[in-house]
């Protein structure tokens, strides 16, 4: 696909030029692209594969990703995890000036994809080459990533660090893309405080002074659940509900309460004695709740 | 299905049909069917190979239109086939007096039996072609591409070597359409002995005269036919062995020679 119009450059060298007229076809390009189901040549063993690109120093990339063992095995016998490490080999063969990663995660299965992505948060890092990986996980980003652009529509909405992105969300949607709870509400300014009205019908604190419509974030694992009403603080924010779905994984579960979905120990699941369908409260510090979005915009 | 084939052996004695070889008229056929035939198939994967290429890789308007072109002599009467042949390079033709502008005299020459076969037959491979083409992931030519190979060697290194056994396959329906071709080249190319009559067209014309020649050459393309596939097929085993899980045009390792 050809850009209609704009310019591409890759430090020093033009790949595209709308005004110039210029287009750098892709072989003359210096990119490594790992794809998304790799496409491994199936009638090449994986030392042609990673020898494709004419450089001869596949075996110091065969060692180096640690496939020295598969180079006479064609892809069809390999692994997923065996795979996206002959592409890579494949890739950085080519010696590239910056290395593209179209959803390097999503064709694993779950097992396989955490030690991946335990090898790649090794590997990349060592490239000394810009690496750039393109996800739908927040988690998988946040892992590999020392900087993400969060991407709505073409449109980039926010760049910055993993743990910026928690903390500071532009707005609704990378918050929630990050894992954050929305609660949509109406502020209004009360002495020195603000209350938010919110949409399921509680009141919670905000600590800065604003009014109108807003959006607040909270993250699942700043909240607590409680079956008792929690004490009466304005420091404290509770809302209060019915236990809607309840999903443990290992010692972490994960409980929804209306619209909340809050992020608890598989110990204090059990010490509640949380079920489906019965009320409960919950709670979380006016301190980490995070406007993301108001409109409109009134200091008091 | 077996029937006719076994009916043609068992009215042929094999000392019969080996002494029928050395007839003028069989082994007169015999040259101008495998002459033409060559000439013809090299000619159809020459010039089909980057036609079938283009069309599965690229999409343009008039796509469809371009390849219910390089159909039509597939649905073409034989017949009909040869008489547009001769309307088109025929002296009279539209393309007639051009071609004798340059000395060119196509109908009723060895070359129209070539041309003759090579445009009934180019459809089977060309389908085949695009088919085995298309089959192959256009991921792996971008990835090619990415890897700094240009167009070509993307062709020669990729595109080429996953498609060769549908190419195969192709070619032999093709080989096998072009031996049997009678209908486009007794109107285009005529039936004369040594230069235009090929097997058969002399099977045809021997067959009020002598029915035990006709048997005879009848049996030769059968065995001909058997041949050609059992070796295409042999081919394909023996090159593609490595590559254990490709088997659209051969079964098992039971040949092994």
Redesign the interface.
Known sequence: MRPAAGRIACGEDVWFDGAAGRFA???R?R???V?Q?Y?L???MTVRQNVE???ERRADEYLARLGISHLADA?P?RLSGGERQRVALA??LA?DPKVLLLDEPLSALDAHTKVDVRGELQELLPSLEIPVLIVTHDFEDAATLAGSVGVLVEGKLRQLASPADLVSRPSDPFVASFTGANLIHGHATVDGDKTHVRTSDGATITFPELLHGDVVLAVYPWEITISTAPPPDSSALNSIHGTVKTISELGHRARVTLGSITAEITAESLRALDLRVGRPAYASFKATGTRLVSSSPVSEA | MLLPIVAIFAHTSPGHLVDQLSNPVVTDALEVSFKTSVIAQLLIVALGTPTAYLLATHRFRGHSAVITLVELPLVLPPAVAGVGLLAAFGRFGLLGSTLDAFGVHLPFTQSAVTVAVAYVASPLYIRQAIASFEAV?A??R?????????PARTFF??SL??ARAGLIAGLALSFARGLGEFGATIMFAGSLQRVTQTLPLAIYAEFDQDFDTTLAMSGVLVLISIVLLLGLRIGLTWRTGS?S?RSAFLYGPSISN
């Open positions: 076809p892709p072989e390009r990119v490594g692209l794809y189901e496409a040549f199936p009638h494709y690109s004419r064609r069809d494949r890739a080519r | 992931d991921n792996l971008s990835a090619s591409r990415t890897l700094g190979a240009g290194r990729v070597p996953l590559n899980r």
